[in-house]
């Protein structure tokens, strides 16, 4: 299957996995290019711009196709240096960058003098178009759905990609929520070039991380993310556990005078307990409503495959024949 996006970054099939912290380490990566995607190391998941270095540099190993890096800017008490973990991507020779959070405006010249293709991932028409007006090549429009920050505006994507479609011109890859081949098709007849996913890819043989979350992602329905840090207006889609009780019992309890400080126990160095130590209930953790489609552990390669047959047998059979 040929679209703008795998024409833009060179890949065999539309399939992107996002950045995910303490999740998209190297090994993940190269597996989601070897399978013909796009695999992304997430960069601040790299403590300093020299570890980033090395992760750039082992996934170069294991792998000949394309890869990119995903460099996150979110609400941080202190910036981490940016313009230094940019040089290492550089220096490393990659070529895709996937931008989240904050807009990546201050960093797009020493990213394009570079001809480095920038995706930037957001949750709103008004930020896809944002990141078009200041030089992105493409972006990811991270429905309501999504496991991480799905912003503030809740729109689903079955509005938010056709509403994207009327006004980009730059192409755009749908995100949040997806996992299938049928939905691929979906966001293709709404205009996407392709998928985003991120939830899915934890669940996959190749994935770095503890046996206990793949475990907990089999066994989760879509009934069972929440939303917390609403009243700090940085909001993020987790699975549930007894942290997440916590905490949304303490911003029930103080409403709009919740201070980040009154969760932090609960949000801050958790990630590397619960992927590596297989921690489930020390901390809040990213996850997708998409966890209720999630019922096997696949090889990456497998998983991949399987989406684009599906896809691919939907198109040309029970939409042919309608
Ligand atoms: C465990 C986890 C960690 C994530 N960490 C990041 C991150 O550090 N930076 C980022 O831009 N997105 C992050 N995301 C969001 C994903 O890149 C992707 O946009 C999202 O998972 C898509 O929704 P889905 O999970 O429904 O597929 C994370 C998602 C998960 C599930």
């Known amino acids: 299957m040929k679209t703008k996006i795998t024409e833009l970054f060179d ?3 539309p399939i992107i996995q996002g950045g995910m912290h303490f999740v998209g380490f190297a090994e993940l990566v190269a597996a989601v290019s070897n399978a013909g995607g796009l695999g992304i190391i997430t960069g ?4 300093t711009p020299a570890d980033l270095a090395k992760e750039i540099s082992r996934c170069d190993d294991m792998t000949d196709k394309p890869f990119g890096v995903n460099l996150t800017f979110l609400p941080a008490f202190t910036d981490p240096p940016y313009a230094e973990y940019i040089q290492a991507i550089i220096d490393g020779g990659v070529k895709i960058v996937e931008t989240a959070g904050r807009s990546p ?3 797009m010249p020493l990213l394009k003098d570079a001809g480095i293709k920038v995706i930037h991932k957001c949750t709103s028409v008004r930020h896809a178009l944002k990141a078009e007006r200041i030089g992105c090549d493409a972006v990811s ?4 759905e999504c496991g991480g920050h799905p912003g503030e505006d809740d729109i689903p994507n079955l509005i938010l990609l056709p509403r994207a ?10 995100s949040g929520g997806l996992a299938t081949g049928a939905q691929l098709v979906a966001v293709l007849a709404l205009g996407a070039d392709g ?8 669940a996959t043989r190749e994935a770095p991380i503890h ?14 993310t929440r939303l917390i840090m609403r009243p700090i207006r940085n909001t993020e889609r987790v699975l549930a556990n007894t942290a997440v009780d ?3 019992a303490k911003e029930k309890a103080l409403g709009d005078q919740l201070k980040i400080d009154d969760i932090i126990d609960e949000v801050a160095g958790v990630y590397p307990k619960v992927m590596i130590d297989g921690e489930m209930e020390v901390g809040a953790w990213s996850c997708g409503m998409v966890a209720g489609l999630i019922d096997d552990i696949p090889s990456v390669e497998s998983l991949i495959n399987g989406i684009m047959q599906e896809a691919e047998s939907i198109i040309g059979e029970r939409l042919a024949g309608l």
């Not at 479609?165 to 749908?174: D, K, M, R, T």
């Not at 998928?195 to 934890?202: A, D, H």
């Open 246 to 248: 916590r905490i949304l």
């Open 141 to 144: 429009v991270d429905g309501f």
């Open 11 to 13: 890949i065999q099939h």
């Open 195 to 202: 998928i985003n996913m991120g939830t899915r890819f934890m």
């Open 211 to 224: 046996d206990n979350v793949k475990q907990a992602l089999i066994n989760a329905s879509e009934l069972d």
């Open 165 to 174: 479609a009327q006004e980009l011109s730059i192409p755009f890859v749908a």
């Open 105 to 107: 405006e201050a960093y």
């Open 44 to 47: 601040l998941t790299q403590k």
